[in-house]
């Protein structure tokens, strides 16, 4: 897709790499140039992120429901007749992408999960940047495309985690009902634990 085509409001997740770290930041898109795409300003405590090292780009199409990714060269702060705003400085074409593709890991949790205001215990089978997946205890009333309000504790701090999500298929665990969500805002600190737990995957199997 080209850079261009990027419809007005679509989310845009930047990535970066500060020390090997990953560090992510969200805004939404004003719209595509040639020169790169104009995003609402990106702050950075009480500055502004001024970045001219290559970095990784999201941008979750509001036009035709996809995620591209694009290469950014640099993400600097500028003055425009709108205000100021971001330019991502990238290339003139994204690739899209499978979300749950290269992504997924398995979580293990309990948790619960409401749908149309029934609230079932739940276990989260797995997640990834783009879904998840829970294990639902008992009879589902539910349909493709019905919203999932999900929520569990994950990690040694217990943080409790709400997600929300669009359900998107149903299959079978050993006899339970479970099902797999569509997540269009996935928590920042819940999309950098999934980056580096695949990044840690991917270390040990070269390794091997």
Same mark, same amino acid.
């Given at each position: 897709?080209?850079?261009?085509?990027?419809?007005?409001?679509?989310?845009?997740?930047?990535?970066?790499?500060?020390?090997?770290?990953?560090?992510?930041?969200?805004?939404?898109?004003?719209?595509?140039?040639?020169?790169?795409?104009?995003?609402?300003?990106?702050?950075?405590?009480?500055?502004?992120?001024?970045?001219?090292?290559?970095?990784?780009?999201?941008?979750?199409?509001?036009?035709?429901?996809?995620?591209?990714?694009?290469?950014?060269?640099?993400?600097?702060?500028?003055?425009?007749?709108? $205000? !100021? *705003?971001? +330019?991502?400085?990238?290339?003139? /074409?994204?690739?899209?992408?499978?979300?749950? #593709?290269?992504?997924?890991?398995?979580?293990?949790?309990?948790?619960?999960?409401?749908?149309?205001?029934?609230?079932?215990?739940?276990?989260?089978?797995?997640?990834?940047?783009?879904?998840?997946?829970?294990?639902?205890?008992?009879?589902?009333?539910?349909?493709?495309?019905?919203?999932?309000?999900?929520?569990?504790?994950?990690?040694?701090?217990?943080?409790?985690?709400?997600?929300?999500?669009?359900?998107?298929?149903?299959?079978?665990?050993? $006899? !339970? *009902?479970? +099902?797999?969500?569509?997540?269009? /805002?996935?928590?920042?600190?819940?999309?950098? #634990?999934?980056?580096?737990?695949?990044?840690?995957?991917?270390?040990?199997?070269?390794?091997?």
């Amino acid at each position: 897709m080209k850079i261009t085509e990027v419809m007005r409001g679509s989310e845009v997740v930047v990535e970066i790499k500060i020390q090997d770290t990953p560090v992510l930041f969200k805004t939404k898109v004003l719209f595509g140039t040639k020169e790169g795409l104009l995003v609402e300003p990106i702050m950075v405590g009480d500055g502004e992120l001024i970045w001219k090292r290559p970095g990784m780009v999201s941008v979750h199409n509001l036009r035709d429901d996809k995620t591209y990714v694009f290469y950014a060269e640099a993400i600097l702060p500028q003055d425009t007749q709108y $205000g !100021r *705003v971001h +330019i991502i400085q990238s290339g003139d /074409h994204g690739k899209a992408k499978n979300q749950r #593709m290269a992504t997924r890991i398995e979580v293990i949790h309990m948790g619960t999960c409401r749908i149309h205001n029934v609230e079932y215990k739940a276990i989260v089978y797995d997640i990834s940047m783009g879904g998840i997946a829970v294990i639902l205890d008992g009879n589902v009333g539910c349909r493709i495309g019905d919203m999932a309000y999900i929520r569990f504790m994950l990690g040694e701090s217990k943080h409790v985690y709400a997600i929300d999500g669009e359900v998107v298929r149903f299959f079978d665990v050993k $006899g !339970r *009902v479970a +099902i797999g969500c569509k997540v269009a /805002h996935m928590p920042l600190d819940m999309m950098g #634990m999934i980056r580096e737990t695949t990044e840690k995957k991917a270390t040990r199997l070269t390794e091997q």
